[in-house]
Structures are given as structure tokens and as C-alpha cells.
């Protein structure tokens, strides 16, 4: 087991030295390995599903009116609150209130 750890930790260390010594030929390999990955990604992910023809399905899309409706509503009700929203005036709380903004509780509760 210890030759074993010996020979990998003494042949990774030659290997470092060859790469090092031959820097050009290791980054024009390491290039074109990467051209090669970016092309077959290339191919499988946009090449490959242009190509596969889409299934057609039997039956269209059919809209169902109640739900469609439904959806309508609710939309139409959130438009009215959000304009009503837009228009509503809100006091300052950092201010102190005048006599006019005060209500019956709030001079109970003064």
C-alpha cells in the first residue's frame, strides 16, 4: 500500500513537470476539449430538439367558459380595490392628529 502511494504521489509530480514544460501544447489541448464539450452540448441541447418533430395531440385545447369567467371576476374585483387603493388618503403617524381627524374612540382612549 505505501510503494502504491509512493508511485501515484512520484507520477503526478512528473506529470505536473511535463505540463509545465509544455504549457502551449496543454492549453491548446485543454481548448480544444472544451470545443469539443461546448459542441456536443451544443448538439444535444439545441441541434438535436429542433430536429425532433413535436407529438400532435388528439384533442384541441378546449377553454371551459365557467372557469374562465370565474377568473374574469376575481380579476375585475382586485382591478377595483387597487383603484380604489390608489385613491384613498392615509394620515401621516408621525404627525399629532388635528381635532378634525380625531374620532369618538380615539378621545376615549386619550
Known amino acids: 500500500m505505501r510503494i ?4 501515484i504521489k512520484k507520477f503526478l509530480g512528473e506529470l505536473a513537470l511535463i505540463i509545465a514544460k509544455h504549457t502551449f501544447l496543454s ?8 470545443l469539443i464539450f461546448g459542441g456536443f452540448l451544443l ?7 429542433q430536429r425532433a418533430v413535436p407529438e400532435i395531440t388528439e384533442k384541441p385545447f378546449l377553454l371551459e367558459e365557467k372557469t374562465y369567467q370565474e377568473v ?3 380579476w375585475q374585483v382586485q382591478e377595483k ?9 392615509y394620515s401621516n403617524p408621525f404627525e399629532k392628529p388635528t381635532l378634525e381627524e380625531v374620532t369618538p374612540e380615539e ?3 386619550e
Open 81 to 89: 380595490k387597487f383603484r380604489e387603493a390608489n385613491s384613498k388618503k
Open 107 to 109: 378621545e376615549l382612549t
Open 43 to 49: 448538439y444535444e441541447y439545441i441541434i438535436k430538439t
Open 27 to 34: 492549453c491548446l489541448f485543454l481548448f480544444l476539449l472544451a
Open 4 to 7: 502504491r502511494l509512493n508511485k
Open 72 to 74: 374574469l371576476e376575481t
